[in-house]
T-cell receptor, first 115, second 114 residues
């Protein structure tokens, strides 16, 4: 079965704090892709990153970083020095290669950054 | 701006009615996907088209149908609407249907059934 679990339903932080959003996935496929999407209050879904199962290098993009660990089936997302504009719902998603190109989404984590 | 255009942004209608949601993919993208976001089910894949052909189906109700036209725009038709169909419907597109291709989403159509 393909499944993505985002155990944190909601996180509140104060501006400039670092915050990590957890994502755990399940798949029997050895080849798969992992994604993070952001849904700001305006409602659109914004693509943030894609990772394939053979690339375990961590990635950093500005204040965003991603930690992919196959050993624990996790793909966590850290925002450094959070800002109010980071307030959004963040979704982790999975595409197992044997499943076509259908995104399997987690339930999402609501991030509230207070000034 | 993702380049994916969805119309209308909001739709309010009554139970039993039929509606059509429209999507224009990003320039150059040949594959279109439809997703439903509801409070109880979260974000769920409905259906995928590639170059006019249905490619994959998810948990799409029989009352729902879709198609992709020669100009690559897509329409999602929802009929015999029920209260539970109230949701945000997203269209996404990708260059090809190859697994792992990033999908870029439109702003969604919010459907409210009264």
């Amino acid at each position: 079965a393909q499944k993505v679990t985002q155990a944190q339903t909601e996180i509140s932080v104060v501006e400039k704090e670092d915050v990590t959003l957890d994502c755990v996935y399940e798949t029997r496929d050895t080849t798969y892709y992992l994604f993070w999407y952001k849904q700001p209050p305006s409602g659109e879904l914004v693509f943030l990153i894609r990772r394939n199962s053979f690339d375990e290098q961590n990635e950093i993009s500005g204040r965003y970083s991603w930690n992919f660990q196959k050993s624990t089936s996790s793909f966590n997302f850290t925002i450094t020095a959070s800002q109010v504009v980071d307030s959004a719902v963040y979704f982790c998603a999975l595409i197992p290669v044997g499943y076509g190109n259908k995104l399997v989404f987690g339930a999402g984590t609501i991030l509230r950054v207070k000034s | 701006d993702s380049g994916v255009t969805q119309t209308p942004k909001h739709l309010i209608t009554a139970t039993g009615q039929r509606v059509t949601l429209r999507c224009s993919p990003r320039s150059g993208d040949l594959s279109v996907y439809w997703y439903q976001q509801s409070l109880d089910q979260g974000l769920q894949f409905l259906i995928q088209y590639y170059n006019g052909e249905e490619r994959a189906k998810g948990n799409i109700l029989e009352r729902f149908s879709a198609q992709q036209f020669p100009d690559l725009h897509s329409e999602l038709n929802l009929s015999s609407l029920e209260l539970g169909d109230s949701a945000l419907y997203f269209c996404a597109s990708s260059v090809s249907p190859t697994p792992g291709q990033p999908q870029h989403f439109g702003d969604g159509t919010r459907l409210s059934i009264l």
